[in-house]
């Protein structure tokens, strides 16, 4: 009834939007823009409305038109990447002509002011409603900068970077930052597999659908912008319940033929980091490249990793209506795991280690070309070509009673993936006016192929890193699989802004998703006596297949009732299919439902964001989030008494809640003018409340739903003098629950139970001269012993401690 009442909705909405109402009359500004010194038309500026929503491009004869204008006086601001940003004041009248507009040429010696320009903004920005060939109207979004940020990015320290995001419930996996793990409302942190996952707009993860884990997390010192984008996404971007997160990464510099930053980073426990990037443009070429190496000892023992990233991305600009471009990334490392902790053990001491021999290897492949072609000023192409060549290797020992030590004669449990994938997206979007109404349409399709192999098998004794199959023996578990997961999926998704007037806009979506997913394999057993001696070794072939298709729809209405703050609404429903390891991923410490579903529902939004002069920023939300057969563990025992998680379709479940976040420069009301003093302060608070409202599974009804704390709260400062700059932040999280039944023991394997509260503190300093900087940071100040992950398998199983007190010192060059 919901999903028929969303698609009745949007076909309403759609066939009102598109009639033609009595107008009053209204005017059109024309106008030619030219260069100042040459008196030749400037082509492709963006011509935009002050106080509006409308945005107009010159064309080749830098002419430009903007209708439906109200007479008076009107501002106008002009942008161009090759000139000076222009602002004009016009009185528009009946008897208006064409006007003219002249830009100077931007040189080339100014382009460090606009480099440095986003050092002296504070807060977080947000997307705009259009950009490039996307739409985020009225959708909750959030860009980080990470040059605004003065925080520890050498080790992608997710707590630091998005910290600005209110709600984010984030897993704490490893001192390097290799693996990002961010959930929120709900969702699952691990590997971020709840959110659609990108780099510059294609998908990283091993599979968007059957295994959305994201194994590969791009350096934070290479990045841009990391853009996110609430459950709304989901027709755009596929139908996750998380939404987008997307990492743009920097582009070439355009002034320069040869760009050099080099970043050196030590740190405690053995880190070391190093991050080198080239970067320029020769005529119609441009390049940016990178390589960084990373490794550390970690803070316990048994935590040693070593990573090697590059990438390198090539544009080429064949004329100023096309270019085209390729980029390819290359990720590797090679970790060794210390294992998970019992909660006794992790009261007696955090920092201790039973594992020796647990091993995690990921060799990461991507490629893209894309192409943008400017059919006009007012309409875009945008075709995306990816692929992803990948692999994952887990090795160890993981019984289910954590507490049990380890020899190097015990045979270790080997888990590989092999991902070989390739996707094709491509997108239309146009700016039109239609019944005097103006609108920017957007359709675009998606198709991908994937196939995907996995075995779970029998690997060596021994303590090193060696990936190899071996024939069971006597200490060997007791279960192994081989299966290949051939898939197809196709999208069609439409989405248009139609803007009744300056300060209201409605945006209706539709996606319709095909998804045909396959697992050919076989999975076996092998039986001993008493003894421990293999009796039998039993092996059953299974073969699935599963096509579907669904409509997905959703809706988002915008009011401005000025140009500094918005009220915008969203509904959209959501889709989330069983993952590969759900169909058949042996553990010791679980059990899968084989009835498993895919998950289905809606999210919404309601808030109020905007900007009070240029001191306060500022965005206030209420969401809710309706899972139906929402996939959740719970704990159970089996006939041996053991306490295991299931894992199924546990119920239906609701979540609701407040998210809100504000940064203020404090300076600002009293230093009108920038000046040698800066000083900020931020702050976010989600109030979440989450419970099961239907279920099958005795107990689960009116429980809280797992990794919901009802109080995450970030909090932090930002100071400065002339190039010195000091941060302070400080993050909260209240008690959370890992499965349904609201289990708060872990027992012997601690993969269920309660995350208790816990609170950090962390401290950063920069300082900046012409080509030098210096960085310095503690992560966890107070050296609180706490953790935010009862891992269910690798690299547990139980408690992963969150690491102690943790100094770091960087030197970067910039030439």
Partial sequence: MMRLAVYSFCL?????????????????????????????????????????????????????TIPNLTPGRQQLQFSSIS??????????????????????????????????????????????EVEGTAIFAAKKSEVIVPDNLVANLATNNARQVYARVAGLNIWENDQGGLQLSIGGRGLDPNRTANFNVRQNGYDI???????????????????????????????????????????????????????????????????????????????????????QYKRGDGWRPNSHFDSKTAYADLRYQFTENFKVGAQVTHM?????????????????????????????????????????????????????????????????????????????????????????????????????????????????????????????????????????????????????????????NAALFAENILYLNDKISITPGLRYEYIRTRANGFYGLVDRDLAGNITEVTRQDEQRVSPRGFLLGGIGVSYKPQEQRELYA????????????????????????????????YSADLGLRGEQGEWLTYDVSLFALQYGNRIGEVQ??????????????????????????????????????????????????????????????????????????????????RAGYGPTKASFQYTYLSDQFTDATNATAGGVSAVVGLIPAYHVLDASVSWEHRWLKLEGSVNNLTNNLYFTRRATGYPGPGILPSDGRAYFLTVAVKW
Wanted: glycine share 10%.
């Fill in 205 to 291: 993860s091993a599979d968007a659908l059957g295994y959305p884990e994201s194994y590969y997390t791009p350096p934070i010192e290479a990045v841009k912008r990391i853009q996110l984008v609430r459950g709304a996404a989901s027709l755009q971007y596929g139908t996750q319940f998380g939404g987008l997160i997307n990492f743009e990464l920097r582009a070439p510099e355009a002034d320069k033929t040869v760009a050099v930053t080099s970043r050196q980073t030590v740190g405690s426990y053995g880190f070391f980091n190093s991050f080198n990037s080239v970067s320029g443009t020769v005529k119609k070429l441009s390049y940016y490249t990178f390589a």
């Fill in 332 to 488: 590797d490392y090679l970790a060794q795991q210390p294992g998970g902790l019992t909660d006794e053990m992790f009261r007696e001491n955090p920092r201790q280690s039973n594992r020796e021999r647990n091993w995690f290897e990921v060799d990461w492949n991507l490629f893209n070309v894309s192409a943008d072609w400017k059919l006009s000023p007012r309409a875009n192409i945008n075709l995306t070509t990816f692929g992803l060549l990948a692999s994952r290797k887990s090795l160890g020992f993981r019984p289910n009673r954590v507490a049990t030590l380890d020899n190097e004669d015990n045979g270790r449990d080997l888990i590989t993936g092999d991902f070989r994938n390739l996707g094709l997206e491509a997108r239309y979007l146009n700016r039109y006016a239609l019944g005097g109404k103006n609108g920017v349409l957007l359709v675009g399709t998606r198709l991908y192929r994937g196939y995907n192999h996995s075995v779970q098998g029998f690997g060596p004794a021994g303590r090193g890193a060696d990936f190899r199959f071996v024939e069971p023996d006597a200490l060997s578990t007791s279960s192994y699989s081989d299966y290949r997961f051939p898939n197809h």
């Fill in 570 to 601: 969203n509904i959209s429903q959501n889709y989330r299919s069983i993952t590969f390891s759900d169909m058949r991923i042996a553990n010791p410490s679980a059990v899968i439902d084989p009835d498993l579903q895919d998950e289905r529902g």
């Fill in 83 to 128: 000139h000076e940003p222009l602002r004009v004041e016009v009185n528009l009248t009946e008897n208006s002509g064409p006007q003219e507009f002249t830009l100077t040429r931007r040189e080339r010696t100014l382009k460090e002011v606009v480099v440095s320009a986003p050092q002296s903004r504070f807060g977080q920005t947000r997307l705009r």
């Fill in 12 to 64: 309403l909405v759609t066939g009102l939007l598109f009639q033609h109402p009595a107008l009053a009359q209204r005017l059109t500004l024309s106008g030619v823009v030219r260069e100042a010194a040459t008196g030749q038309p400037v082509a492709g500026s963006e011509v935009y409305l002050k106080g509006s929503r409308q945005i107009a491009r010159t064309d080749s004869a830098g002419s430009f």
């Fill in 636 to 717: 159970t025992y089996d006939e041996n008494d053991r306490v295991l998680r299931r894992r199924g379709n546990v119920g239906r479940a609701l979540i609701l809640g407040v998210e809100s976040y504000a940064e203020a420069d404090v300076l600002r009301p009293w230093q009108p003018q920038a000046g040698r003093w800066s000083w900020s302060t931020f702050g976010n608070v989600a109030l979440i409340r989450g419970r099961y409202t239907a279920s099958e599974i005795a107990g689960v009804k009116g429980n809280q739903v797992e990794f919901v704390p009802a109080l995450n709260l970030k909090a932090g400062t």
